[in-house]
C-alpha cells in the first residue's frame, strides 16, 4: 500500500483476509504472491487502475524496501502474467515477455517440499547479489565487448578472460548465472520442440550449478533431487526459488507421476 502510495495512487481503507496454499519460505514466490495479491486487492477496493508491468515493479520496490530483500521482479511478474498450461519466459531488462507452451499431456513438473525453512536465505541471497554486482564491475573493466551492466551482458566465451581476474568464490557465482542464463534460453527451444529429455538435461545441470557454483542448496535439497533422479520416468530435477531448503521441481513422464510421488515421499522419509 505505502509503495502504491507513494507511486501516486490514492488507496481507501480495506479489511481483508488472506488465505494461501502456497508454502511461506518453500522457493515457489509466496512473498511475491503476497505482494500481488494484496496489491490486487488494494487498487481494486479503491478503483484504481494500474498497468501490470508498473504494478509489478511497485510490488519489487515493496520488498525492497520493506522487507530487504533486493530481489528482481521475475516472481512479482509473473503472478501477474503468468497463465495455466504456460511457462513465461521473461526479460527482465525490457520487460517483454514470451508465453512458451507446456506439454502437460506428456510430462508433468512434480513440486516436492523438503520441509525444511533455513534462515539463511535471506541474507545470502543479498550477499550473492553484491558478488554478482562485483563480477560486473570486473567483467566492465575487463572484457572489450559492449558495455557490461548485468550478468547477462557477459557470455559463456568470456569466462576463460575473467576467471583469472576474478576471486574464486565470485568468478564461480559469475559463471552460474552466464550459464544459466544460457540453459533458460536452451530450455525455451527445447520447451518449443516438446523435447523432454534435452530440457530434464538442462534442469540438473542447473541443480549442480546452484549446489557447486552458487552454493545455495543444502542437504535436504541434494537429498530430494537425487531421489528423484534415481526414479523411472524422471527426465530431470533441481531446486527452486532462493535455495537453503525448500522446494524441488522435477520433470516426470505423466503415466509415472503416482509412482514417482510414492517412492520420493518414502525415500525422502527414510
Not at 522457493?27 to 500481488?36: P, Q, T
Not at 553484491?130 to 557470455?155: F, H, M, N, W, Y
Not at 537453503?244 to 517412492?263: Q, R, W, Y
Request: hydrophobic share 40%; with cysteine.
Amino acid at each position: 500500500a505505502g509503495e502504491l502510495q507513494d507511486a501516486g495512487f490514492r488507496l481507501t481503507g480495506i479489511d481483508m483476509v488472506i488465505h494461501s496454499t502456497v508454502p511461506i519460505g518453500g522457493g515457489l514466490s509466496s512473498s511475491a504472491a503476497l505482494e500481488v495479491s494484496s496489491a490486487l486487492a488494494f487498487t481494486s477496493a479503491a478503483g484504481v487502475e494500474v498497468e501490470r508491468k508498473q504494478l509489478a515493479l511497485i510490488c519489487q520496490a515493496a520488498e525492497h524496501n520493506y522487507a530487504g530483500m533486493m530481489c528482481g521482479v521475475m516472481d512479482q511478474y509473473i503472478a501477474l502474467f503468468g497463465e495455466h498450461g504456460v511457462a513465461v519466459r521473461l526479460d527482465c531488462r525490457s520487460l517483454e515477455h514470451e508465453a512458451v507452451p507446456l506439454s502437460a499431456g506428456t510430462a508433468k513438473f512434480i513440486v516436492c517440499d523438503t520441509g525444511v525453512r533455513h534462515e539463511l536465505a535471506s541474507s545470502e541471497y543479498n550477499k550473492r547479489r553484491a558478488e554478482c554486482q562485483e563480477g560486473v564491475r570486473v567483467a566492465g573493466r575487463v572484457l572489450d565487448s559492449a558495455p557490461i551492466k548485468a550478468l547477462r551482458d557477459v557470455t559463456t566465451a568470456d569466462l576463460p578472460d575473467l576467471e583469472p581476474e576474478l576471486e574464486p568464490v565470485v568468478f564461480r557465482r559469475v559463471r552460474h548465472v552466464v550459464t544459466e542464463n544460457a540453459r533458460v534460453l536452451e530450455a525455451v527451444t527445447a520447451m518449443w520442440a516438446r523435447n523432454h529429455l534435452a530440457l530434464g538435461a538442462l534442469m540438473d545441470a542447473s541443480h549442480d550449478s546452484l549446489r557447486n557454483d552458487y552454493e545455495v542448496s543444502c542437504s535436504e535439497l541434494d537429498t530430494l533431487v537425487e531421489i528423484a533422479w534415481g526414479q523411472g520416468g524422471v527426465y530431470g530435477s533441481r531446486m527452486t526459488g532462493g535455495g537453503f531448503g525448500g522446494c524441488t521441481i522435477s520433470l516426470v513422464g505423466a503415466d509415472k507421476v503416482d509412482t514417482f510421488c510414492e517412492n520420493v515421499a518414502h525415500g525422502y522419509e527414510a
